[in-house]
């Protein structure tokens, strides 16, 4: 009876260490996704994203094109935050993304059309792009 009572103990002490330690893989896995840079000068962040991530992410972009005196971007590019603003996540180089505020004159469609925002022939990302803001406020989805 004894015996039974040790492994008992050892159980209650050893389980709880290897969920640990799984959930400390899973925190760094998530850590390492993207890396998350401060923009000097700014309260933009730049976010590298691993191969992995990208991919897992399935993270897609398009090109901005200009229309008349204005821009447009797919609507899948916009991002609203939580005041209103509204925004879209750059691709100025690799898996690299910047947020930049854009100014959205009307949507039409599947198309949001621009009187600010980046410039034509610049890359947003149109999908990942919740991701992409998880990532750069410290949100991750496992609800830290």
């Known amino acids: 009876m004894r015996e039974r009572h040790a492994w008992a103990l050892v159980a209650l002490l050893v389980v709880p260490l290897l969920l640990t330690a799984c959930g400390g893989e899973a925190e760094h896995e998530a850590a390492t996704a993207a890396v998350v840079e401060e923009v000097k000068g700014t309260d933009l962040s730049k976010i590298t994203l691993t191969p992995e991530a990208a ?24 991002l609203y935050s939580p005041d209103g603003e509204t925004w879209a996540y750059t691709n100025p180089d690799g898996l690299t993304f910047v947020r930049e505020q854009i100014v959205v004159d009307r949507v039409e469609g599947d198309r949001a059309m621009l009187s600010k925002g ?11 792009v919740a991701e992409l803001y998880g990532a750069e406020s410290g949100i991750d989805d496992s609800g830290h």
């Open 55 to 78: 991919e897992r992410l399935d993270v897609k972009t398009a090109a901005v094109t200009a229309n008349g005196g204005g821009k447009v971007i797919p609507y899948a590019a916009v």
């Open 118 to 128: 980046p410039a034509p022939g610049s890359k947003v990302a149109i999908a990942g």
